[in-house]
Antibody, heavy 125, light 107 residues
Framework: QGQLVQSGAEVKKPGASVKVSCKGSGFPFTGYYIHWVRQAPGQGLEWMGW????????KYAETFQGRLTLTSDTSTSTVYMELSGLRSDDTALYFC??????????????????WGQGTLVSVST | DIQLTQSPSFLSASIGDRVTITCRAS??????LAWFQQKPGQAPTFLMY???SFDSGVPSRFSGSGSGTEFTLTISSLQPEDFATYYCHQINSYPLTFGGGTKVDMK
């Protein structure tokens, strides 16, 4: 079913940007959508958005519009998540995960599997 | 946005117990719901998606049911490796959302 491996932990100051990578292996990378989900310490899961690897199309949650940029490098099977204007409440574990398809209004018929191991992003002065 | 409300938030149980977790959606999501298990310090792992009869290698003691706005995850006989937090997740419409989680710990 494949594997997703993420880059290491990051420590950033408020107002800075962070860029986290997610490298896929063991599956046809361009045939899938990569999603990002974050989890604040001791909290639940929050979906951020997805990128379609085949053509770079993206869908972002409104919460992150204007701050989130997802890009895909098919030559290295790697997706990048860049979050700008970091605040202390952006401190979280960031996960990438995968679906086979998502449409303009729904991802019905698809599910998140597998997941990357997570990348801790800490935002602090 | 579709809100998912899980109950209970915490559950204490013993090995061999039957455990039931409920997930209620704020609007009809047909059967576009998945369940995940998460252990401390780990990524979530996919358990099941209710739209399909899906053989994912998940132990048969796990089962899911429901449609519309009310869903349940049942563990028929709790095993030591099942102590974890469980999340429901809707993929019916954007933004995709998750329930708040149900932590199952040892009584």
């Amino acid at each position: 079913q494949g594997q997703l491996v993420q880059s290491g932990a990051e420590v950033k100051k408020p107002g800075a940007s962070v860029k986290v990578s997610c490298k896929g292996s063991g599956f046809p990378f361009t045939g899938y959508y990569i999603h990002w989900v974050r989890q604040a310490p001791g909290q639940g899961l929050e979906w951020m958005g997805w990128i379609r690897n085949e053509n770079g199309n993206t869908k972002y949650a409104e919460t992150f519009q204007g701050r989130l940029t997802l890009t895909s490098d098919t030559s290295t099977s790697t997706v990048y998540m860049e979050l700008s204007g970091l605040r202390s409440d952006d401190t979280a574990l960031y996960f990438c995960t995968r679906t086979s398809y998502c449409g303009p209004t729904t991802c019905r018929g698809n599910w998140f599997n597998p997941w990357g191991q997570g990348t801790l992003v800490s935002v602090s002065t | 946005d579709i809100q998912l409300t899980q109950s209970p938030s915490f559950l204490s149980a013993s090995i061999g117990d039957r455990v039931t977790i409920t997930c209620r959606a704020s609007q009809d999501i047909t059967n576009d719901l998945a369940w995940f298990q998460q252990k401390p310090g780990q990524a979530p792992t996919f358990l099941m998606y209710l739209a399909y009869s899906f053989d994912s290698g998940v132990p048969s003691r796990f089962s899911g049911s429901g449609s519309g706005t009310e869903f349940t995850l049942t563990i028929s006989s709790l095993q030591p490796e099942d102590f974890a937090t469980y999340y429901c997740h809707q993929i019916n419409s954007y933004p995709l959302t998750f329930g708040g989680g149900t932590k199952v710990d040892m009584k």
